[in-house]
């Protein structure tokens, strides 16, 4: 691995995390969760047993997503709404996405 390979993937590394903190800090806010953002695993289930969200937030979920990272959220998708990490990956396959089509 070269310098400038190093160098890259801890950018990736640090973008990932600050893209991370963001979609925590949203889902505290717009949901208006009693608990610190730091509280929410980036692999714990958003809903069923997991933070236990219900079809209103998953609305209130997707209007946000829409206004913060510019991501629609359609029925089909309703995947990435798994956990966090699955939020943020999604989140950065669009964005290489848009950027490659650039």
Same mark, same amino acid.
């Given at each position: 691995?070269?310098?400038?390979? /190093? #160098? +890259?993937?801890?950018?990736?590394?640090?973008?990932?995390? !600050?893209?991370?903190?963001? $979609?925590?800090?949203?889902?505290?806010?717009?949901?208006?969760?009693?608990?610190?953002?730091?509280?929410?695993?980036?692999?714990?289930?958003?809903?069923?047993?997991?933070?236990?969200?219900?079809? /209103? #937030? +998953?609305?209130?979920?997707?209007?946000?997503?829409?206004? !913060?990272?510019?991501?629609? $959220?359609?029925?089909?998708?309703?995947?990435?709404?798994?956990?966090?990490?699955?939020?943020?990956?999604?989140?950065?396959?669009?964005?290489?996405?848009?950027?490659?089509?650039?």
């Amino acid at each position: 691995m070269t310098d400038a390979d /190093l #160098d +890259a993937a801890l950018v990736h590394a640090a973008y990932r995390h !600050e893209l991370t903190s963001r $979609v925590k800090s949203m889902l505290v806010e717009r949901l208006e969760l009693p608990i610190p953002p730091a509280w929410i695993t980036d692999d714990q289930p958003l809903f069923g047993r997991g933070l236990e969200l219900d079809s /209103l #937030d +998953a609305l209130e979920l997707t209007m946000g997503i829409d206004a !913060e990272f510019g991501i629609a $959220v359609y029925e089909e998708d309703r995947a990435l709404l798994g956990s966090v990490a699955a939020f943020v990956d999604r989140v950065l396959v669009t964005r290489a996405e848009t950027e490659d089509a650039s």
